[in-house]
C-alpha cells in the first residue's frame, strides 16, 4: 500500500515545525527516517499516527487521501506505530495488552488458556517466542517490553508500520529478531516506515531513506548512493570526522569496588573495580543482569551478599539516598520514566537532586537554584538555551538526556553510572554526550557506562566488562578488543 505526504506543515502555537515535508514509501519498502533530534521526526510519526494533525499539506494511501484524526482513525486505515516511548499497561499480563479489546471468548467470559496460546502464538511467529505470554510487563525488561509493543501494533495485521526507534533497547538475538521480523513483513507487502538513530542498520535494512533536518527533508536517498558519513553531513549540517573522544592516560587510585556481589535470579559472584578518571563499559545481552547491578550498587535493591565500597565515602548502601551521599549517582536508562518528572519544568528537574541543599529555613532559594541551574544548561549545551522554565516534556530526547545527566551532576558525585545514556539519541547528540563523558573523566570521575551497543562500549570506555547471564565473562582493554570478542564473552561459556 502507497503512502505519501505532500507539503506537510505543522505548526504549535504559531510556531512552525515541519515546513512542506513529502515523501513517498511503496509496498514491500523498508522507508527510513532519519534526523537529529528535534529535526521533526516525533511530529511526523504523531501525523502519521493520527496522535497530531496536520495543519495544512496532504496524506494520500493507496491512492486515496486520508487524514487520520486519532490513532483509532489511523487504525482503521491500516497504520499502526510502535513509539519510541512505551505504552503498555504495566500491570497487566503480556497476553492482556496484546488482546486488549480482542479477547476469545466462551460462554460470554474470556477464555484465558485460548489467550494465552494465541498471544503465545503470536510471539512466537514474530520470532519472540522467549517472552512468556502470562508475565506481567512491567516486570519485564525494558528491551523485552520493546518486543511486546511490536507485538501488539501486529494483532491488527497492518498495511503500514511505523517503527520509532525500535532497536534502541535490543542487542543480540533480540536485534537479529527484530530485523527478520521487518525482512518478513516487507515480504508481504508491509510498508515499513522505520525511524532510527542507528544508521549502520539503516543502511543495511532501508530500501529507501530520507533525511529530515529543522523541519524540512533536506534529502532522499537510497543505501546503494550514500554512506553512513554523507548522513550524518546531511542530518547535522557538517561532517563528523571523530566520533569518539581520544584515548585517556593511565587511571588513578580506585574508586569504587565491587566484591561477590549476589542476587538471586539476576546476578552472582560479580567483583570489579572502578579507578578515578576511568571510563569502564559494561556490555551484556538482554537478560545478562546490567541494569539489575547498577541498582543494586546504587541501593535501590539489595544484594544477598557481596560488598559495594566507595573510596572515603562509605558502602552497602540500604537505599539511593546512601549512595548519594557517599558520592554515587544513577542515569538510569528509561528517562521518561524513572529520570524525569514529566509535568515539572527543566529547572525544577534539574534541581531535584539538590532540593535539601537549596532549602533555607523552609524555603526554597530560587536565586541560587536558577544561577546552578543555568550554568548546567550552558555547561552540557541543553537546547533551546532559555529552557529553564519549559516544561521539560518539550525537549527533544537528547536534550532531555541532558537534563537528566544535569541533574545527577548538580550533587558532584565521584561515581556515574549511566544505563543506556545515549538510547534514542541521534548521532550528533551522541558525539555531545561522548565529549561530556571524556571531561568528567578527565577531570577524575570514574564513569560505569552500560550500554547494549557495543560500538559504543568500545569506542567510549577505557576497558570493557562482560555479562553473561549474571555473571562477568571478562575484563577486556577497550582498545586492544574487536566486536567479535567482546560478543563472543557475551555468548558462550568461555575458559
Known sequence: MSLELRGVHKDYGGVEVLHGVDLVGRPGEVLAVVGANGAGKSTLIKILAGAERMSAGEMWLDGKRIEPRSPHDAHAHGIRTVHQELSLVPELSVTENLLMGNFPRRAGLIDWAAAHRRAAALLTTIGFGAINPRTVAGRLSVARQQMV???????????????DEPSAVLAGSDLDSLFALVRRLTDRGVLVVYVSHRLAEVLDLATSIVVVKDGRVVGTTTPAETTEDELIRLMAGRRLAQIYPDRRGAPGAPRLTVTGLRRPNEFRDVSFTLHAGEVVGLFGLVGSGRSELARCVFGAVRAAAGEVRVAGGGGDFRSPAEAIAAGLALVTEDRKRTGLVLGLTVRDNIALTTLRRDTRGGLIDRSRQ????????????????????????????????????????????????????????????????????????????????????????????????????????????????????????????RT
Request: glycine share 6%.
Open 149 to 163: 509493543e511490536i507485538a501488539k501494533a501486529l494483532v491488527g495485521d497492518p498495511r503500514v508500520l511505523v517503527l
Open 370 to 493: 536558577r544561577g546552578q541551574v543555568s550554568t548546567m544548561v550552558e555547561r552540557l549545551g541543553i537546547q533551546p538555551a532559555r529552557c529553564a522554565s519549559m516544561p521539560v516534556v518539550q525537549l527533544s530526547g537528547g536534550n532531555q538526556q541532558k537534563a537528566v545527566l544535569a541533574k545527577w551532576l548538580l550533587v558532584e558525585p565521584r561515581v556515574l553510572i549511566l544505563d543506556e545514556p545515549t538510547r534514542g539519541v541521534d548521532m550528533a547528540t551522541r558525539v555531545e554526550i561522548y565529549r561530556i563523558i571524556d571531561d568528567l573523566a578527565r577531570s577524575g570521575l570514574s564513569v560505569l557506562l552500560i550500554s547494549s551497543d557495543l560500538t559504543e562500549v568500545l569506542g567510549a570506555s577505557d576497558r570493557v566488562l562482560v555479562m553473561r547471564q549474571g555473571r562477568l565473562t571478562a575484563d577486556l582493554p577497550a582498545d586492544r578488543s574487536t566486536e567479535d570478542e567482546v560478543l563472543a564473552y557475551a555468548i558462550e561459556e
